[in-house]
């Protein structure tokens, strides 16, 4: 099962749009304001979807949901491809392009709901029947690490479709490919992994499954902790990792002008330059990252210890970042963002691990669910605010780069996260 599991992470990041998705928005003719529009319809309808998917993978079966997942994805990628590809060439108008767009977005976000969560209980599920939960971090931090070399592969594989056809929107339907040979791969997924299955779903039942798991999230003092670093932690860290992106187009100009001087290429040639290459080393060391995060929790319980470790190197990293970012040195900011990915994925199989031990198998999709929408809820009030900050540094000049309002909220909620962290010792 574990080839099945890595697969699945490998072909799921086969996200050859995810580098270039406000490009091929903007190719579509679409306003910067709409596609902010569409990026804040999607967490909504994300937010509003995730606990119920989660409960109804718990009770009505998880294969059946990730199959449901991708088929959504795949219904969304399609649309994206379809209706972005006439606009581009005038044969379809913007009033009848933007509700299309929506109803991909709504596809988009019910894949999103319905994954999220599910694929982790099905591992944890696994482990629990094969007597091997005390691997779950290295387990999970293998298939995680499978999923990392999946995304460095797709960040070559997705330039070099844009590259060849110069079209941003094409990359939708490359996407296509992957998705169905992993609906594939869950009908081999052995019918145990469902968990125990309700013979008749209803929306009682569902509701209260909902309400018993919410109240143990809530009030059980280690699940809430949980939440609440994850909010901080990813929350935070999926609000600003985006940001690598203009400090990459800025430092791209002075050194595309000094290599391919002689050279003329597309604008969106250009684009694939630097992002290929830094996002194809962000993914290798994150894929290396993952699968040794085991090797930081040699012994059960050391879970905290080394939860506290990572928020402490959060800190560090950020107090370097700070000025580097004031200062606009943007090799140490570069270098910055690529270290904080690495630690992400060091954090994230050792926070799911911890959400394993300190909660119910029978709720562990809907437990999931519930620390994803946080998350996405935190994203949602740390993005804006630290959008409208670095409008602030920008409009009045303050700093010689705008994005030091990163550095800053990151280095408050590290900081207070890594001085509040249990203390536990060996």
Not at 293 to 304: H, I, K, T
Not at 312 to 326: D, E, K, N, R, T
Not at 353 to 359: L, P, Q, W, Y
Request: proline content about 3%; charged content about 15%; aromatic content about 14%.
């Amino acid at each position: 099962m574990l080839k099945r599991f890595s697969l699945y992470g490998f072909l799921k990041n086969q996200q050859y749009y995810d580098y270039f998705l406000l490009l091929a928005f903007r190719q579509m003719g679409l306003s910067y304001f709409m596609i902010g529009v569409l990026i804040a319809f999607r967490e909504i309808m994300v937010n509003i979807m995730e606990i119920p998917s989660g409960a109804i993978a718990d009770l009505k079966g998880r294969r059946r949901s990730m199959i449901f997942s991708f088929a959504a994805y795949i219904i969304s990628f399609a649309t994206f491809g379809l209706t972005g590809t006439a606009a581009m060439e005038g044969r379809l108008a913007q009033h009848t392009l933007i509700p299309l767009l929506f109803l991909a977005m709504s596809f988009f976000a019910i894949r999103d709901a319905f994954r999220t969560g599910t694929h982790k209980a099905m591992i944890f599920m696994w482990l629990y029947i094969h007597g091997r939960s005390e691997e779950s971090t290295r387990v999970y931090g293998y298939t995680r690490s499978w999923s990392k070399i999946g995304s460095a592969v797709s960040v070559v594989l997705a330039c070099f479709f844009v590259f060849e056809t110069s079209n941003f929107i094409y990359v939708f339907f490359f996407a296509i490919i992957p998705y169905l040979f992993n609906i594939i791969n869950f009908l081999g997924y052995p019918k145990e992994l469902d968990g125990r299955i309700a013979e008749d779903l209803s929306i009682g039942k569902m509701v209260r499954h909902l309400k018993e798991t919410l109240v143990v999230s809530v009030r059980q003092a280690s699940l809430r902790r949980l939440i609440l670093e994850s909010m901080g932690f990813e929350g935070f860290f999926k609000a600003s990792k985006d940001y690598l992106q203009p400090i990459l187009k800025a430092a791209a100009i002075p050194l595309t002008a000094l290599l391919f001087s002689g050279i003329q290429f597309s604008d969106e040639q250009k684009s694939v330059v630097l992002i290929g290459p830094v996002f194809f080393v962000l993914f290798v060391l994150s894929a290396l990252a993952s699968r040794n995060a085991y090797r930081l929790v040699e012994s059960p319980g050391q879970e905290e210890i080394t939860a506290r470790m990572l928020w402490g190197w959060s800190v560090v990293i950020f107090l370097v970042l700070l000025p580097a970012m004031y200062f606009g040195i943007h090799s140490v900011m570069i270098t910055g963002f690529v270290v904080l990915y690495v630690i992400q994925n060091l954090w994230r199989p050792v926070l799911i691990s911890r959400f394993d031990a300190h909660s119910d198998k029978a709720k562990g999709a809907t437990i999931l669910s519930i620390e994803s929408q946080a998350k996405s809820s935190s994203t949602m009030i740390i993005a804006p605010v630290l959008g409208l900050a670095i409008d602030l540094a920008r409009n009045h000049g303050i700093g010689q780069s705008e994005f030091w309002p990163v550095g800053v909220l990151g280095l408050v909620i590290a900081l207070g996260f890594f001085l509040t962290a249990k203390r536990v010792r060996n």
